[in-house]
């Protein structure tokens, strides 16, 4: 059952990875196919208005909201393998509450139930009848992956992470534009599509070699469902010491409805 608390924080801490970017420019990504890469440090006027018109596409595409809630189907592999399927439903209120309820499919119940705050995260272990009361920074602790409550917000709904308007170089495709930036700790590349700039997928590399910290995370199937561009389908890979893949899907979801966020303790349960 350690597993099911794995996955259920690290639904919602991997796209932590990262950190602000900088002015510094270090490295820039290679040509790849028929695509130009272009370095920013000696930038001329027309590639400044460029990346200004790519970059406010990409901000338009944000998704704004109050209220979100989801069902989703997720999927992962570590050096043991593949795990149990787990269905996660999901409902937060921007800035202020993340709600997860983790079901183990296998088991067909309610493992997990867990409640964070941009201060706090509880956690209902419903098998072993205990409940968790930690600061913020135990996702961090336990996923070993550097974030904040803002951060974790927008990978649910699937907006960019660590977007900065300091891009040090950009590359553009037949097909895709990707945007590089530098922070403190990762190298931070997104990729949106040329045609409709809607995000596709985020690479991050670390700056530390000791560490090698890379995630790789992929965004499609979009639905128009009321006029707001979702991505319904997440791939994930993170490696550092070792590897494990991520699957989300979004089996269904909905924007601005009035919800409720249950969070009690039984009594029998044992406090940590």
């Given at each position: ?137 135990y996702l961090e602790e336990v996923a070993q992956i550097p974030f904040d409550f803002h951060t974790v917000q927008e990978l649910i709904i699937g907006n960019p992470l660590f977007l900065d308007s300091n891009i040090v170089s950009y590359r553009k495709g037949p097909e895709t534009i990707s945007l590089l930036s530098m922070g403190e700790l990762f190298k931070n590349l997104i990729t949106i599509g040329v045609d ?77």
């Open positions: 059952m350690k597993q099911f608390a794995y996955l259920a924080i690290l639904i919602v801490s991997i796209a932590s990875i990262g950190c602000r970017a900088t002015k510094k420019i270090n490295t820039v990504i290679a040509k790849k196919d028929s695509a130009v890469t272009t370095i920013i440090a000696d930038a001329h006027a027309d590639s400044l208005r460029y990346i200004r018109e790519v970059y406010g596409k990409l901000a338009e595409n944000t998704i704004d909201y109050k209220t979100f809630s989801a069902k989703m189907k997720v999927e992962y592999w570590d050096k043991d393998g593949k795990g149990p399927d787990l269905t996660v439903f999901v409902r937060m209120q921007k800035d202020s509450i993340i709600w997860l309820s983790v079901n183990a499919t296998v088991f067909s119940y309610e493992a997990f139930r867990i409640l964070i705050t941009p201060d706090s995260v509880k956690l209902l272990n419903k098998q072993d009848k205990i409940v968790q009361l930690r600061s913020v920074k409709n700039y809607l995000l596709q997928h985020i690479k991050l590399d670390d700056q530390n070699a000791r560490r090698n910290r890379t995630a790789d995370l992929s965004f499609s199937n979009y639905n128009g469902q009321g006029g707001v561009a979702f991505s319904t389908y997440r791939k994930m890979s993170f490696t550092e010491k070792s590897k494990i893949d991520v699957q989300m899907e979004f089996k269904q979801y909905a924007f601005n409805e009035s919800l409720s966020y249950p969070f009690s303790i039984p009594k029998n349960y044992s406090i940590q």
